[in-house]
């Protein structure tokens, strides 16, 4: 027999979905007929799987070890390896950590890092916050067997700037409400190319192609796949040639700043995929720039926030990358 006594991180979820996490292997149907036999039990009582759990509820699972064993994905260490523990070593020695309590965590994240896996093999920032928070103590590996921090926004691989990450379910369930109902405000900064004077918010209809990983942006919506967008933006600086720009992420779409400011005709510098290429060879030979020049800023809390309190109504503010810092005062826009 095993007892598995509901963490604060289990609970608000159905039985059966947490005997999914823990024994994931396991088809529905196991668990239906293992409640019926009083085989898994919750809080000594029959159970048949649609309660909702709380804090300090008992599961026994009346199971052989070999069965629970069979059932159970094999976790792979969070943190196996010395790049590994470099990786996390470098995230706190760098000031990487913008804002941390019991629930969130924000990141600076760094160019070339992607957000969540793409690959089995791939290093993500999702992997550095699980591997923080085994060596900080504040995670166990057994934990993960029912619950999963991770990173609850998406950053372009060579896009740098805040990333938030959920260290609880309370944490993570929060933040991504935020971002799905579009209550945070998002601040990007990059450099165009052409001057920009003027504030504006532009709307546009943005249709991805999947086999190219681009968008393509129209005034009209033609296909009854293309999203409405809407950006917002802030010239702090032009030079006649380039603008310094704040970018207001109103909707959150595939490249949408990049493919939109591109289409109103100032693409970001070293955008290889939207910009403008003769630009960019210039840029490539006058600063190392071989990726799009966009770093996400700031974010900016809702002030009425039910839960995780701590946060209603802060800025965070992740700090320019030092080539981005390096770009703008070549170019006179500091």
């Given amino acids: 027999m095993r007892k598995i006594v509901v963490s604060k991180n289990e609970a608000g979820q159905r039985l059966t979905k947490l005997l999914a996490k823990y024994m994931s292997e396991a088809p529905q149907s196991f668990f239906y007929k293992m409640l019926r036999k009083k085989n898994i039990t919750l809080n000594g ?4 799987g649609t309660e909702m759990l709380v804090q300090e509820d ?11 064993e069979k059932f159970t994905k094999k976790q792979e260490p969070a943190n196996h390896s010395a790049e590994k523990e470099k990786d996390v070593l470098s995230l706190i020695a ?3 950590i913008l804002y941390e309590d019991e629930d969130v965590m924000l990141i600076n994240k760094p160019l070339g890092i992607l957000s969540q896996k793409a ?10 916050v699980i591997a923080y928070l085994l060596k900080t103590g504040t995670l166990t590996q057994d934990n993960l067997k029912s619950f999963r921090p991770g990173v609850c926004n998406r950053l372009d691989r060579n896009t740098t700037g805040i990333l938030i990450a959920g260290k609880s379910l309370l944490g993570l369930q929060t933040m991504s ?3 799905k109902e579009r209550s945070l405000y998002k601040e990007y900064e990059t450099i165009v190319c052409g001057e920009l004077r003027t504030p504006s918010r532009v709307t546009g209809y943005l249709q991805k192609d999947e086999k190219t990983n681009r968008v393509r942006i129209t005034d009209r919506k033609e296909t009854e796949n293309a999203s409405l967008i809407e950006t917002e933006y802030l010239p702090v600086k032009s030079n006649g040639a380039y603008t310094l720009l704040k970018v207001h992420l109103i909707t959150g779409k595939t490249h949408q700043i990049r493919a939109h400011l591109a289409y109103l005709g100032h693409p970001l510098l070293g955008d290889t995929k939207y910009g403008n290429k003769r630009i960019n060879q210039e840029m490539a030979q006058r600063f190392e720039l071989h990726f799009q020049l966009l770093h996400a800023a700031r974010l900016v809390f809702p002030k009425q926030m039910e839960h995780c309190e701590a946060l209603a109504g802060k800025s965070i503010q992740a700090p320019r ?3 981005f810092q390096q770009i703008a005062a070549g170019l006179g826009l500091l």
């Fill in 45 to 48: 009582k029959k159970a048949d």
């Fill in 58 to 68: 008992e599961i026994c699972l009346f199971l052989s070890e070999e069965t629970i």
């Fill in 177 to 179: 409400a935020l971002l």
């Fill in 94 to 96: 760098r000031s990487r």
């Fill in 119 to 128: 690959e089995p093999g791939d290093s993500s920032a999702n992997e550095w």
């Fill in 321 to 323: 990358p030092a080539q």
